[in-house]
Every structure is written in C-alpha cells, then in structure tokens.
C-alpha cells in the first residue's frame, strides 16, 4: 500500500503541474481574445458600410466588369481559414467538417443565385482547388483529396490588412483570368466566447443575393455604429443618379478590389477571434477537469496512507502478541 500511496502523490504532482500549464495557457488566450475581438468588432462597421457599397454596385449591369461576370463553375476555389496551433477545442474541427460537407455538394454550392430566383447551374464536373489559411488547413486538404494550391503560415497573431493584401491579389487575378469561375471563404464567425459559428460566404463573384445574406449575418455592432448605419440608409440616393469623376469603370476598377480585401480580412479578424475565445474555453475545461482529478487522486492517496498505517499498526500489534 505505500508504494501505491508513492505511485498516487508522483500522480497528484504531475496533474498539479499540467493544471499551472493550462491555467497559464488560459490567461494568455484570454489577453489575446479581448484584442482579437475588440479588433473584429471595430471592423464591423467599416466591413458592412462596404459591403452596403457592394451591394449597391453589383446592381449595375452596363458595362460588365470583370468581378461582376457570372459563368457557369468549371472549377472553384475555396479559402479556408484555420488555426497554426492545436489546443483550441473543437475550432477546426467544426469548420473543417461545414466546409467538407458544403464542398461535397457541388450542384449546390458550385451554383450562381440570382436576384429573380433563377440559377446558373455549374458544369457537371467541378474541380475544388483550396488556399488554405493556417497549417492545419494541409491536413484537411490531404484528409479529403482537395488540391492545396498555397499555404499562409505565417500571419500574424494580430492580422493587420497588409498581411492579406498577398491573398486578395491572387484570389482577384485568378478570377479575372478565368481560372476559377467562383471563390468562397471558408471562416468562424464569432458569436461571443462561449459560441463561434463555422460559415461559408461567397466573395467572387460579386452577387446581390449573397451580399444581402452576408449582410444579414453581421452582428454584434455598438448601438452608436448601428445608429450611423440607420440615418446612412436614410439617405441613400441610388447610385444611377451621381456623376463619377473620371469616370463609372475607372472607380469601380479601383474600389471594387479593395472592398474584396475588406471582405477577406473580416473574416479573417472574425476566424482569429474564435480561435482563441474557443482555445481559452477550451483551456479552462481543461484547468477544471485538472481540479476534479486533483481531489479524486487525494481522495485515493489518503484511504492508501490510512490502509498503510492500518496495516502497520496490526503488525506491530501481531509482533508485541507473539513475543508475549
């Protein structure tokens, strides 16, 4: 029984230690929760005023621009935005798994919805190519036989726009070019730190009805920038009735791109929220469940160290009775 009870306390220290590990692990992502949010959040505002932007110029139909352009889907890209490191609960597993089961459906997702309720219908075989957007993004694409085209490792912690300036450029080319007839992104919506909702939203290209819904899926703006929001809606002016200098194609050209970025890094702000709001959760589940085995281990050390005792005791009293 004291070897058991030795075998118990060497349990009780390695648990303790795991426990000051994940208790750090959960104060770190906490810290960087409340600046990945609060980044997100900030964002949100500038995020739907631009996309309010897109909404309203993908109503023009003359001329016809390169982003605007629908084409039935030979072959589709998709971003997909995941984590660098592990320990983040259920985070990957929940987008992987959205994003798997929207891309086996190709009629589906591969399709363009129109304003009046008609689709154009892609070809019967759609090939996925895949930009993935953290490491563990590889190990999906190998999972499920996608065709991993790149691979961005090494963004920040604290993305700013700069650093997917390098995507949003590859992403716009290639869709000018013709070589992929649709982009979507792949990313965590964030809630609030208790829930993070795995979403799948098309970028290129630009289409009203996936604006709208885009649109709709905003949430969790400050009551100040929901009242600029509202007097701006009051005031809108159709967009036929300005004069643009130099010109319509000329400013499209221009801004258009950007506000593809801003869609891009939205969701990038949004999938770094959730990571570490599901990584501190996932931290203090962990710390909690350190707590339970702590007290059950010390449970089982002490009834040990008393059937120790007990035993010694019956000896000494067995040994005192013989030499009697």
């Known amino acids: 029984m004291a070897v058991n009870a030795k075998a118990i306390k060497r349990r009780i220290r390695s648990v303790g230690n795991t426990k000051k590990i994940t208790k750090a692990m959960e104060m770190i992502s906490a810290v960087k929760m409340r600046k990945a949010v609060d980044s997100a959040l900030n964002t949100r505002m500038y995020a739907r005023l631009a996309q309010e932007l897109l909404d309203h110029l993908a109503h023009i139909d003359e001329p016809n621009f390169p982003l605007f352009e629908m084409r ?61 957007i953290g490491k563990r993004t590889v190990g999906f694409a190998k ?66 009805v996936d604006l709208e819904k885009m649109l709709a899926d905003i949430g969790g703006l400050k009551k100040k920038d929901e009242e600029i929001i509202e007097k701006q809606k009051e005031e809108i002016v159709e967009i036929e009735n300005y004069l643009f200098e130099p010109g319509l194609e000329e400013i499209i050209e221009t801004v258009v791109p950007r506000l593809v970025q801003v869609q891009l890094y939205q969701a990038l702000l949004e999938s770094t929220a959730s990571e570490h709001s599901a990584r501190m959760l996932a931290m203090k589940n962990a710390s909690s469940a350190a707590n339970d085995m702590i007290k059950d281990l010390n449970l089982y050390y002490n009834k040990a160290r008393q059937a120790g005792i007990t035993q010694e005791i019956a000896e000494i009293a067995g040994g005192a009775a013989a030499l009697e």
Do not use: W
């Open 72 to 132: 039935p889907v030979k072959k589709l890209l998709a971003v997909v935005i995941s984590s660098n490191k592990g320990l983040c609960g259920s985070f990957n597993s929940n987008i992987f798994k959205k994003t798997r089961n929207l891309l086996n459906d190709t009629k589906n997702i591969a399709k363009h919805r129109l304003k009046g309720g008609e689709d154009i219908m892609p070809e019967d075989s759609v090939q996925i190519d895949i930009i993935g």
């Open 143 to 208: 999972r499920n036989n996608y065709n991993l085209i790149s691979l961005y490792d090494k963004l920040d912690e604290k993305p700013g726009i700069d650093d997917i300036m390098p995507i949003a450029k590859t992403i716009i080319d290639s869709y000018k070019s013709k070589k992929y007839d649709k982009v979507v992104v792949a990313f965590t919506d964030f809630k609030s730190s208790l829930f993070q909702e795995p979403k799948l939203r098309q970028i290129l290209p630009l289409s009203q």
